[in-house]
T-cell receptor, first 111, second 116 residues
Framework: KQEVTQIPAALSVPEGENLVLNCSFT??????LQWFRQDPGKGLTSLLL?????REQTSGRLNASLDKSSGRSTLYIAASQPGDSATYLC??????????FGTGTRLTVIP | DAGVTQSPTHLIKTRGQHVTLRCSPI?????VSWYQQVLGQGPQFIFQ???????GRGNFPDRFSARQFPNYSSELNVNALLLGDSALYLC???????????????FGEGSRLTVL
């Protein structure tokens, strides 16, 4: 059974700082990994999807990496802004396109 | 283009009642999945439907059921509501059934259910 862990649970940084969010998963037989953003009380917004054949995926100030052999993924956020404040969730799939989610990292960017 | 739409956005029920939540996937998406997210936790998988057939079920009691219609919209039904059913119910759609393809899921804004 897939288990997903995210560290840290919460993170507070000053505006402009670069930061890294960590995600680990137990079953490395995955075909992709997806990162989401969730604002309080809202749904999930897909940020990045990394296929297992890729090692990195970039979108704007976001860069996600995937290391299947070690069961880890990282989300790098460059030049953080107050608008980046949200909970970030990583999710690893099973073969049936169901996702196992971590509990998320709650990010606060202080102006 | 419209994203995944869910209704209602908020609802309050009492214990023992029944609830129906609705979801319309992104146009062209044939796979719909339902997730439950309790406060402070990540979403947990409930059901997946593809081409109107159930393709996956999570570890939820039989009080939870769902179906998918010919237009690929979906309903989630929960009977005999318990206090612990209070959660945000999220619907997700994707083009494909399995993660062997792109597997990217797109979520709606959710339905916030409060059981009193």
């Amino acid at each position: 059974k897939q288990e997903v862990t995210q560290i840290p649970a919460a993170l507070s940084v000053p505006e402009g700082e670069n930061l890294v969010l960590n995600c680990s998963f137990t079953d490395s037989a995955i075909y992709n990994l997806q990162w989401f953003r969730q604002d309080p009380g809202k749904g999930l917004t897909s940020l990045l999807l990394i296929q297992s054949s890729q090692r990195e995926q970039t979108s704007g100030r976001l860069n996600a990496s995937l290391d299947k052999s070690s069961g880890r993924s990282t989300l790098y956020i460059a030049a953080s802004q107050p608008g980046d404040s949200a909970t970030y969730l990583c999710a690893a799939p099973t073969g049936a396109n169901n996702l196992f989610f971590g509990t998320g990292t709650r990010l606060t960017v202080i102006p | 283009d419209a994203g995944v739409t869910q209704s209602p956005t908020h609802l309050i029920k009492t214990r023992g009642q029944h609830v129906t939540l609705r979801c319309s996937p992104i146009s062209g998406h044939k796979s719909v999945s339902w997730y439950q997210q309790v406060l402070g936790q990540g979403p947990q998988f409930i059901f997946q439907y593809y081409e109107k057939e159930e393709r996956g079920r999570g570890n939820f009691p039989d009080r939870f059921s769902a179906r998918q219609f010919p237009n690929y919209s979906s309903e989630l039904n929960v009977n005999a509501l318990l206090l612990g059913d209070s959660a945000l119910y999220l619907c997700a759609s994707s083009l494909y059934r399995t993660s062997y393809n792109t597997g990217e899921l797109f979520f709606g804004e959710g339905s916030r259910l409060t059981v009193l």
